[in-house]
C-alpha cells in the first residue's frame, strides 16, 4: 500500500455568478464530471461544500478572487498517471477545452499538485501555500504540475555509492572460496 498520494487544486476565475446563464454549461457538467472522477481509476477523495457535491462555493484564495470570486477544486488520487488519465483522457477533456467559455485567463498558476501522507484530506490553506510556491519558485517536489512531475516520497530509489566509493574493508567484501 502506497504511503503517499496526490493532492491537487486547481482554482478559477468564473466569468458570472454560478446561476448565471453564462456559467449554465459549465454548471451542467458539474454533477457528470463529478460522477465521472469518483468512478475513476486511482480516485481517492474531492472536497465537497454541500450534501450534492458541488464545491463551488468553497472559500478562499481571496487575493485570486475576481468579480465573480473564485472556484475551487481539490481532490486526492492515487497517482499522477491516474490523476493524469482523468484530466487528459476522459470526457474531461472535452470540458476543459470549453473553460474560456466559463473562465476567465488567470495569469499565474492556477493548479498545483503536492504528495500527502495517505489518509491525508488537504485543506485550502495548505493548497494556497503550493499554489504559492509553485508561483514563486516554480515546479519543485513542495508544488509541482502534471508537465513537471516529482515522485513520491516512497518512490525516490535509495542514495547509491558512488564509483569511487571504496569500502574501508575490501577484504570483507571479497568472495569466499568454496571449501573442500
Known amino acids: ?10 482554482i478559477g476565475h ?3 455568478a454560478m446561476d448565471s446563464a453564462e456559467m449554465a454549461g459549465f454548471v451542467a457538467e458539474l454533477e457528470p464530471l463529478n460522477a465521472l472522477a469518483d468512478t475513476a481509476p486511482g480516485f481517492i477523495w474531492r472536497m465537497q461544500y ?9 472559500p478562499g484564495f481571496v487575493a485570486d478572487a475576481g468579480p ?3 472556484i475551487i477544486n481539490m481532490s486526492v488520487w492515487e497517482s499522477v498517471d491516474a490523476l493524469a488519465d ?4 476522459s470526457r474531461h477533456v472535452e470540458v476543459m477545452r470549453r473553460r474560456r467559455e466559463w473562465f476567465h485567463r488567470m495569469a499565474d498558476a492556477f493548479t498545483a499538485l503536492w504528495w500527502v501522507p495517505a489518509g491525508h484530506r488537504p485543506t485550502v490553506a495548505e493548497a494556497e501555500e503550493r499554489v504559492a510556491a509553485l508561483r514563486s519558485l516554480g515546479p519543485t517536489p513542495f508544488a509541482f504540475t502534471l508537465g513537471k512531475a516529482f515522485a513520491a516520497p516512497e518512490a525516490v530509489p535509495a542514495p547509491r555509492p558512488s564509483r569511487d566509493a571504496r569500502p574501508a574493508d575490501a577484504a570483507a567484501l571479497a568472495p569466499v572460496a568454496p571449501s573442500g
Open 14 to 16: 468564473p466569468r458570472g
Open 1 to 10: 500500500m502506497a504511503s503517499h498520494h496526490l493532492a491537487q487544486i486547481n
Open 68 to 70: 465573480s470570486g473564485i
Open 86 to 89: 482523468y484530466v487528459l483522457r
Open 50 to 58: 454541500s450534501p450534492d457535491g458541488n464545491a463551488t462555493s468553497i
